[in-house]
């Protein structure tokens, strides 16, 4: 299959990645030199130079071929032009991103109309998910699957939880319907087997039936209180987003940011906040604005380091708990080693909504975890499938795959070896490296389709 991606930056350089591995064939267009000849050095594909909203790049051969045009530029309009323009020349399927809170919510023609089939907002999912995390009764990242039966959890082990501190997975009191799938270890994911050792600092994964999620997690860390008051450094896009959502849910919310302009766009669109025109990297002015009594500090500037140096030193400085933006895989290790709470990624979530569509609905649901060293994936077994009839420990998965949980009918299975899958089950997989189309493919779903 033929994908068309408009527009090098991180997001299509991420979604690039992603879909190479699916085994798309990728045409990139970009109008910056030196960033398309970074992507000639780097990729698999063919690369042109020139502005992908216009009918002349269009309708060349090799893109007019495309069944899937992407276009992620830094200009919503030239998005949607080139969404416009594809869908005139035979492009069946457009994606556009689509970031400005104004067109967000006052468009008046329907994405239909404007020939888009997905409009991908990655400021605005990240936001909902950092908002996701606050409002979580316990502070543990939680992954819903299985219509919300089935929860996949990560928790970084510290002395004071003897439930899984220096351990044994066997020796564990855990509820018999989760599994530790996985164990992430100074910036390497291990399948643990049942002698393995969970030590302090280790990140530890769990899936399993919810109930036993939520139980097994409330032993481990207690119950935090709601979150009243939240500090936001950054105020782009998806600073203003969260900002705006936690305002309806009635949190006291501060906004700093440096720019003026910006500040005083802030200070319109968002009445119940208080935005504050400053640097927020000056820690005396952190002290002052009471930092030590925040109960959430989120750090969504554009610097990747900055989010995770500020984050640190807030909570050093009594924040409740820290949520920092990252962008760059290679900072993922440094979340768990810093005590950072939760790191958001908005091009890994943009990345598994383009993946979940170019399957056509096939796959459920796809996470891809932070460090990128592993997927979640959520599937059902189809008629035909390798894997339906034979016993787990035959059924030939990649190495570094555990079926986590078979979900038939109402309910959850944690399987054991000779459990046998069956055509229609749904079923939740941990998967390490990008073995999604490997593990696709025995589950009966074929190649590479649009639906």
């Known amino acids: ?18 879909l190479l591995q699916e085994g798309h064939d990728i045409v990139i267009i970009e109008k910056n030199e030196a960033k398309l000849q970074k992507i000639v050095e780097d990729f698999d594909c063919l690369c042109l130079r020139g502005n992908g909203s216009t009918a002349k790049i269009l309708s060349s051969p090799n893109v007019a071929k495309s069944e899937l045009l992407i276009a992620v530029t830094n200009s919503d309009e030239v998005n949607m032009i080139a969404c416009m323009t594809a869908k005139q020349i035979g492009i069946p399927r457009t994606i556009a991103r689509i970031r400005d809170p104004d067109y967000a919510k006052n468009i008046i023609i329907s994405k239909e109309a404007l020939g888009i089939d997905l409009i991908i907002n990655p400021e605005y999912a990240a936001a909902m998910e950092i908002n996701r995390f606050l409002t979580m009764a316990l502070p543990v990242h939680m992954e819903p699957f299985a219509r919300g039966q089935v929860q996949l959890a990560d928790i970084t082990v510290n002395e004071s939880m003897p439930l899984f501190s220096n351990k044994k997975l066997v020796d564990m009191d855990i509820p018999r319907s989760l599994l530790i799938v996985a164990i992430s270890r100074n910036g390497g994911m291990i399948i643990p087997g049942g002698q393995d050792v969970v030590l302090p600092g280790d990140t530890i994964y769990l899936l399993g039936h919810s109930d036993a999620i939520n139980t097994t997690c409330a032993k481990a860390k207690k119950k935090r209180a709601r979150v009243q008051k939240v500090m936001i450094l950054g105020g782009g896009r998806i600073g203003f987003y969260l900002a705006e959502r936690l305002c309806t849910q ?15 766009e802030l200070a319109e669109k968002l009445p119940e906040a208080f935005v504050l025109c400053a640097d927020g990297s000056d820690l005396e002015l952190l002290c002052h604005e009471g930092i030590k009594d925040i109960d959430a500090f989120v750090t969504v500037t554009g610097l990747d380091e900055e989010n995770l140096l500020l984050a640190l030193l807030a909570k050093q400085m009594g924040a409740q708990r820290v949520i920092a933006k990252v962008s760059r895989p290679g900072y993922a290790p440094l979340v768990e080693q810093l005590g950072v709470d939760y ?48 016993p787990l420990h035959k059924s030939g998965l990649p190495a570094g795959t555990i079926i986590g949980t078979i979900m038939r009918g109402n309910k959850v299975i944690i399987p054991q070896g000779n459990d046998i899958i069956k055509e229609h089950d749904r079923l939740v997989i941990f998967a390490l490296g990008h073995n999604v189309n490997i593990i696709e493919s025995m589950c009966g779903l074929g190649g590479i389709r649009l639906e």
């Open 1 to 18: 299959m033929t994908t068309t991606i408009i527009g090098a930056g991180k997001i299509g350089t991420e979604i690039a990645i992603r």
């Open 250 to 264: 009635g949190m006291k919310v501060k906004v700093i940011e440096q720019n003026n302009d910006q500040c005083r």
């Open 343 to 390: 790191a958001i990624s908005p091009r890994l979530i943009t990345a598994s909504e383009v993946l979940r569509f170019t399957k056509g609905g096939r796959l459920l649901s796809l996470s891809l975890l932070l460090n990128e060293k592993a997927e979640v994936i959520e599937l059902i077994v189809q008629h035909g499938s390798k894997i339906a009839g034979r």
